[in-house]
Every structure is written in C-alpha cells, then in structure tokens.
C-alpha cells in the first residue's frame, strides 16, 4: 500500500517562530488533506489540497503532487498552534474507494 | 463543532461488557467511516459505509460490528472487547465524491477497556 512519512516527528519552536512540516508519499494520489489533531483528540481539516498552493490566514500549505511531496507552513506561531499535524492522502477514484491513509504525524510545541 | 458528532466522549469498559458508540453527521454527505488511533501508530481505518452500504472492512477483529442505519447515523458495537482495543476511536464523513472535498472528524470517543 502507500506510504505516507512526515517530517519532523516532533518540533519544538518559540511562540512567534515560523515552521515548515513535510508530508512525502510513495504513489500518485487524488487527495490530500492536512488535519491538526489538538489536545482534546478532535483532528480538524486545515486544507484539502491535492496540488497547488492554499492560505488561510498564518497557515499555508503546497502540494507538489509529480515530486510527492506536500509542505505545511505556520508563520507567527501561537500556543494554540500545538498538537499534532497530520498528512493524509487517498488513491483510487472509483466511487465507495474513499480511504484515507494517514502519516505518522509531527507533533509540534509552541513554548510561551 | 464540526458537523460530526460522536458519544460518548469517553468510556470505561470492563471486558465482558457490551457497549455502543455513535456517531452523527448532518452535513449531507453519504459515506461515513470509523478509524482507530492507538498511542504511538498511525490512525487505522477500520470500517467505510458508502450510502449505507458497507465497502471496506480491513481485517478488524469480530468483537467490533459496524451499523449504520442511514446515511446520518454509523454506530460500532463492542463486546468482548481486549484491553489493547483501549484506543481513541474516530468518526468522519465525506461526501461520496469525496475527491472533491474531503473528510470532516469528530471528536472522538476515547475507550478504556479494563
């Protein structure tokens, strides 16, 4: 099956600091989506982005879907950026072929 | 909130008990799905209901029964369940084009089996 690797596991930064997380993957996908999981356990969408570039206010992300590759960028970070960021991706376009495979993650830390 | 609903939160079991989770979507979408996050690994799909219909079981165990009445509603059923099923367990749904939009997560319901 795919394979799906992010990088860093673990980001420790400085409230203010700026950050990029990688999302590599081994197959041609059709989706791709970033989730911040916070501390309660709930995985909120950041962006669906299978190609291309989207912002949504400090957050910003970019998919290189010929290089597999998907960056996520946090500029100004704030405490309540931490928790755990997640790449996923799904293959396959057939109707009812809806997975997602999940990263392992980056859990990132933003000290006061 | 983000549309998908689950309860309970959390929940203790003992392993001889039976117990229901659900979950509920008001978003419109037609297929919903269950996955397992365990400490330390990968979120695991479990379970996909395509309009009702269930398209993919990837090897769990029989002591987890999937159930899903209509397209708003999914449930997982346990019984007999292992302390290493303690895990976090996950709903969400997506439209059934769903490469057109993507998935939305509940929160969750974090299961202790003792």
């Known amino acids: 099956g795919i394979q799906v690797e992010q990088s860093p596991p673990d980001l420790i930064l400085q409230e203010g600091a700026n950050s990029t997380l990688r999302c590599n993957f081994s197959d041609s996908v059709n989706n791709l989506q970033w989730f911040h999981q916070n501390p309660w356990g709930q995985l909120i969408n950041l962006f669906y982005i299978p190609s291309g570039t989207k912002q949504n206010g400090r957050l910003s992300a970019t998919t290189v879907a010929t290089e597999r590759y998907s960056l996520l960028y946090i500029s100004s970070s704030q405490t309540t950026d931490s928790g755990v960021y997640f790449c996923?991706?799904?293959?396959?376009?057939?109707?009812?072929?809806?997975?997602?495979?999940f990263g392992t993650g980056t859990r990132l830390t933003i000290i006061p | 909130e983000t549309g998908v609903t689950q309860t309970p939160r959390h929940l203790v079991m003992g392993m001889t008990n039976k117990k229901s989770l659900k979950c509920e979507q008001h978003?419109?979408?037609?297929?919903m799905y269950w996955y397992k996050q365990s400490a330390k690994k990968p979120l695991e799909l479990m379970f996909v209901?395509?309009?009702?219909?269930?398209?993919e079981n990837n090897s769990v165990p029989s002591r987890f029964s999937p159930e899903c009445p209509n397209s708003s509603h999914l449930f997982l059923h346990l019984h007999t369940l292992q302390p290493e099923d303690s895990a976090l367990y996950l709903c969400a749904s997506s439209p059934s084009r769903a490469w057109d939009y993507g998935y939305t997560f509940g929160s969750g319901t974090r299961l202790t089996v003792v």
């Open positions: 996923a991706v799904r293959i396959g376009s057939n109707f009812g072929n809806e997975k997602l495979t």
């Open positions: 978003l419109g979408h037609n297929a």
């Open positions: 209901y395509s309009l009702e219909e269930r398209v």
